[in-house]
Each structure stands twice: as structure tokens, then as C-alpha cells.
């Protein structure tokens, strides 16, 4: 089994259990047509942290960004400080995607992404943008719940970020799906 680095997960089992069963219109659907909450487990996604400085109108900014490691689909994640001793923890699980992008490619992405992010504030506030990105040594997980709905053979699965506790949309199920199905074809 893998040995990985960790944040530190804000939401517990039980919370994530509760949030998952919680009862409501939206809950009492998702049970009619998928099926009641079989199962919760925990997921951990790889990601290369990266210190990046923004230099835009005269003034520089320096910010933290993690980038998802697998293939970089993921929005970034930012981070307000680099993460403490107090922030991490080690731990052994199967439950971890591979990373599959190297440092230069990953670099690049991110650069991209937060040049992309700049630009969503406004066009015209942008003036001599420059952005560059050292990658910070040793990768993260980031840590999520995973709630399996269903009857029989078929299951439907809902992602919580277990820092945030947000509900995750599709970028983050395809990347479980295809976690999924790889270790189902290579069994």
C-alpha cells in the first residue's frame, strides 16, 4: 500500500456520512432514483504545490497554488500559506490516484491557468502581466469523501472536498471514474 502526505481533513466520516444522508427534497430524490447511500469512503488526489508570483501594473504578488497531478484538469487550488507540520498527515491507502504529470508539463498548465483566472477579473486590468512558478518539493494529496448510491450492479457516487465541504462537479467524477475503472481493468 502507498505511503502518502495528506492535508488534514476538516470533515470527518461521520459528518461527510451525515451531510451525504442528510434528508430534504434533494436527498429523498437522489434515494428514488439512485438508490439509498450504501457506502462512504475516502479519496486522495495528488497534487504538485507551486509558488507563483504575479507581477502586474508595477506590483508583484505572491501566491500558492496546488495543480491536480494526474492530468491537470482540475482547477487549482489555492493555498494561503504552504501547508504546516500541524496541516499534514501521513498515511498508507490504496485510495490514491497516480500522478502522471511532470513537473516542466505541470508548470506550464498551471501558468496557463492562472493567467486564465487573471484574465476572468478583467481584460483591462491587466497591464505588463508577468507570471512565473516554482514547484514547491514533494507533492500533496488533497483529501475527499466519496458517497456510493445504488441497487444492484449499478452505483452512483457523490464527491465531497473534505477540506471545503463542497460538493465536487463532474471534473473531480471523472477523475474517480476513470481511477475506478482503471483498477477495475488492471484486476
Known amino acids: 500500500m502507498p505511503s502518502i502526505r495528506s492535508l ?6 461521520e459528518e461527510a456520512m451525515e451531510q451525504f444522508a ?3 427534497i434533494g436527498t429523498a430524490l437522489k434515494n428514488t432514483v439512485y ?9 486522495y488526489i495528488p497534487f504538485l504545490l507551486f509558488q ?6 508595477g506590483k508583484t504578488e505572491s501566491r500558492i497554488y496546488g495543480l491536480d497531478a494526474i492530468n491537470g484538469s482540475l482547477d487549482p487550488y489555492q493555498f494561503e500559506d504552504l501547508p504546516g507540520t500541524f496541516d499534514i498527515v501521513y498515511l498508507e491507502t490504496r485510495n490514491c490516484a497516480k500522478p502522471m504529470l511532470d513537473e516542466a508539463g505541470a ?4 501558468i496557463s491557468k492562472v493567467r486564465r483566472l487573471l484574465f476572468s477579473t478583467g481584460f483591462f486590468r491587466m497591464s505588463n502581466l508577468q507570471i512565473t ?3 514547491v518539493p514533494g507533492e500533496i494529496h488533497i483529501p475527499y469523501w466519496v458517497g456510493f448510491r445504488g441497487r444492484g450492479p449499478r452505483a452512483q457516487f457523490t464527491v ?10 463532474a471534473k473531480v467524477r471523472h477523475l474517480l471514474r476513470d481511477w475506478l475503472t482503471s483498477i477495475a481493468v488492471n484486476s
Do not use: C, W, Y
Open 8 to 13: 488534514r481533513a476538516n470533515v470527518t466520516r
Open 22 to 24: 442528510s434528508h430534504g
Open 35 to 43: 438508490g439509498p447511500l450504501q457506502s462512504v469512503a475516502d479519496f
Open 52 to 57: 507563483v508570483e504575479i507581477q502586474n501594473r
Open 107 to 110: 508548470k506550464a498548465l498551471l
Open 133 to 135: 512558478a516554482e514547484v
Open 160 to 169: 465531497m472536498d473534505a477540506m471545503r465541504r463542497t460538493i465536487e462537479g
